[in-house]
């Protein structure tokens, strides 16, 4: 891999200062789990660049809502990561190009949970239905002509890697903070593996580390953990303005053009990753496995 890839861009850098002067007219953009926290303000400078910008929702409502008050072109569309039919649904209903895929949506600290194929909560809604989805609209994204696709990770990634031989923790006490973990490291890892696949068709992925924000993705943490968390001078808290800044650069700006399979975070690329999140033969076992989760 060539050298770090940096920008003028740092944690203090908001969603707006990076498209600042970008110009996004006419292209189509997606962003995941848009109907709070960061995946808001995320859909709200790429509208604000000029982009048209679908708000992929559980929640209908309160994505109606969120896109009312956003100016520029918007339109909401329901998404239950989930729910293999509903990410179906939401792929057989677009039409046209696709230029850039935000993977935004997530759970965090749940207890152990899993879903009717029998997958991890976590890995299911964080890795396999992004996976699906994102490779579902892997046409749109081609006919597109330089699309991008931006999954969000996580420092918390180090916490795991995929353990591809009990990732639903069959045989292993659960922890939930090891199975975000792991979710988050498979979201670094499909990077790697589609954007190996998909650069030469002009589809350049890249994951996130977005920041520690308070925001709804905290709401299952237990109180007490979430105060000595605000109370750690180690952690730098950002707004979900500045939380979003790396997610849009790496959907919208010049700067990263061409730039595929990396970690960013703070604007640039990270060199706070671990070495299992970037493991080429990891992501293939990944994606081979997640196709065959998908059907």
């Known amino acids: 891999m060539s050298d770090r890839i940096t920008t003028p861009f740092t944690a203090e850098s908001t969603a707006a200062e990076v498209v600042d002067g970008v110009d996004l007219s006419g292209r189509r953009v997606v962003v995941t789990g848009a109907s709070s926290g960061i995946g808001i303000e995320t859909a709200r400078a790429l509208a604000a660049a000029g982009a048209e910008v679908t708000l992929a929702v559980r929640d209908v409502v309160a994505g109606e809502a969120v896109a009312a008050g956003i100016e520029g072109r918007t339109a909401v569309a329901h998404l239950d990561l989930a729910d293999r039919s509903s990410i179906a649904a939401f792929v057989a209903a677009w039409s046209g190009p696709l230029h850039a895929l935000v993977n935004n949506a997530g759970v965090m600290s749940l207890p152990r949970t899993l879903t009717d194929e029998g997958w991890e909560m976590h890995f299911a809604v964080n890795h396999l239905g992004h996976f699906a989805l994102a490779t579902g609209l892997y046409r749109a994204l081609a006919a597109a002509g330089g699309a991008r696709v931006v999954s969000l990770s996580s420092s918390e990634h180090r916490a795991s890697p995929v353990v591809f031989d009990d990732i639903n923790y069959a045989r292993r006490p659960y922890d939930m903070q090891q199975a975000y973990g792991q979710s988050k490291t498979a979201d670094a890892l499909f990077a790697v593996g589609a954007d190996a696949r998909w650069a030469g068709d002009g589809i350049r992925v890249n994951s996130v580390m977005p920041g520690v924000i308070h925001t709804n993705l905290m709401r299952r943490i ?74």
């Open 222 to 295: 237990d109180p007490a953990i979430m105060e000595r968390v605000k109370a750690d001078p180690s952690r730098v808290w950002k707004t979900p303005e500045q939380g979003a800044a790396t997610s849009v650069l790496l959907a919208a700006s010049p700067l990263v053009e061409g730039v595929g399979g990396r970690y960013f975070e703070d604007g640039s690329e990270s060199g706070r990753v671990a070495p299992h999140a970037l493991d080429p033969e990891a992501a293939d076992r990944l994606w081979d496995l997640s196709v065959r989760a998908r059907g």
